[in-house]
């Protein structure tokens, strides 16, 4: 019989694959590119408020339902699904209009949750357990492509056209190539005491590293819907154009690439909350900077380090789903996912109801709200050492 290696880095490398193909059309299209597109088709404020929260909204039975699909059908099949939904969402949206761009939206946010939670619990049970929250940082920094390449070429092939929909079918079906090169899934025991541990070892269901992950995802999704639904309203707010907007994204973007393995090292040599105040009081500082008048080089730093401050809160929550000691990785990196997807519906609808009252910059002062009251809650939080 073959052996596989302890470490299988093949399907470690192909899963890493898979996904950051997959992100650039599930993620970089339809919720990083597509609102500057209905933006320019003329939508306003509460248009794509509901666009971004139907993103979000879809999503969240992909990721209730993936772990029993899993259970029932394997990881790869609910994978493939996954990228199918999206890519017959995003097909589909090309030759629709409004108001069916939401049911376009809804189902490219469903493919997106399958391939989520079919994907990422296959991932983190195969790598070194010592090394796992550089794992989810490494890996984190693979999907923060998306947010980069997809404005790029989106620029390139001309923000006016429909183009933007057929890049997010062609990666969304290139991510199918290399998963075929993984192996078969290795089952998701639970971390329940065995006959080797004592029971003393047991934890808590709600114990205090979940409840972090908790605030964090419940926070963290509300933020990142918020500011990447609804950036090109921000934009125009300062007198700028599509091309203009997708630029800056593109540097929003590259941000969330660059900082994340940074976010994961100090999870695991600092500590998970010491790391997510850190970046909820960084995030304040920034949000307060973008709200004024800047140069263009203060604009362009300002947005990197807002890229990666908001997408580290994802990758906090997922430390935190990958490291807490009770059930099974796939059920808890479902349930810090749905409680992320939850607060994201929320975030945009309530950003852009700031933003029709008070214009622009309201989505900067969201967004710093989110991350005091984030802040705040962590505080009250215990560390698990305590």
């Known amino acids: 019989m073959h052996k596989v290696p302890e470490f299988d880095w093949r399907t470690i490398s192909a899963l890493n694959s898979v996904s950051t193909l997959a992100q650039v059309g599930q993620f970089g299209i339809a919720f990083v590119v597509l609102p500057v597109w209905l933006a320019q088709q003329g939508l306003d404020a509460t248009q794509l408020g509901l666009y971004a ?8 039975p992909g990721l ?3 772990p029993l699909l899993c259970r029932r059908f394997g990881p790869r099949r609910v994978i493939v699904a996954g ?12 030759l629709a209009v409004w108001p069916f761009w939401l049911l376009g939206g809804a189902l490219a946010g469903l493919g997106l949750g399958l391939r989520w939670i079919g994907l990422e619990p296959w991932l983190y049970r195969i790598a070194p357990a010592e090394a796992r929250g550089r794992l989810v940082g490494f890996h984190e920094t693979l999907i923060a492509l998306a947010p980069i390449v997809a404005p790029v070429l989106a620029n390139q092939f001309d923000l006016q ?3 933007v929909f057929w890049i997010g079918v062609a990666f969304t079906g290139a991510a199918l190539l290399p998963l075929m090169l993984a192996r078969t899934a290795p089952p998701d025991p639970a971390h329940a005491p065995t006959a080797h541990s004592p029971k003393v070892a047991r934890a808590p269901r709600w114990d205090r590293v979940f409840q972090q992950g908790v605030v964090i995802a419940l926070a963290g999704g509300m933020m990142e819907a918020a500011v990447s639904g609804l950036f090109a309203l921000f934009t125009q707010g300062r007198g700028m154009g599509a091309s203009q907007t997708a630029d800056l994204l593109a540097v929003f973007g590259l941000g969330g690439l660059l900082l994340q393995y940074a976010v994961g090292w100090l999870a695991d040599h600092h500590g998970l909350r010491a790391t997510a105040l850190l970046c909820a009081g960084s995030t304040v500082l920034v949000c307060g900077a973008l709200a004024f008048p800047l140069g263009t080089v203060g604009l362009v730093l300002a947005v990197f380090l807002l890229g990666g401050l908001i997408t580290a809160f994802l990758t906090l929550a997922l430390i935190a789903s990958t490291t807490t000691r009770f059930g099974t990785m796939a059920g808890n990196v479902s349930m810090i996912s749905m409680l992320y997807t939850l607060s994201a519906i929320a975030g945009p609808l309530l950003a852009s109801t700031a933003m029709k009252a008070s214009g622009g910059n309201a989505l900067m002062g969201f967004t710093a709200g989110a991350a005091v009251l984030m802040a705040l809650a962590l505080w009250r939080l215990p560390s698990p050492q305590e």
């Open 83 to 94: 990228l199918l939904c999206s890519a017959l969402a995003m097909g589909g949206m090309a």
């Open 161 to 163: 056209g429909r183009a």
């Open 53 to 60: 929260a139907s993103l979000w909204l879809g999503q969240f």
């Open 64 to 66: 209730a339902l993936s």
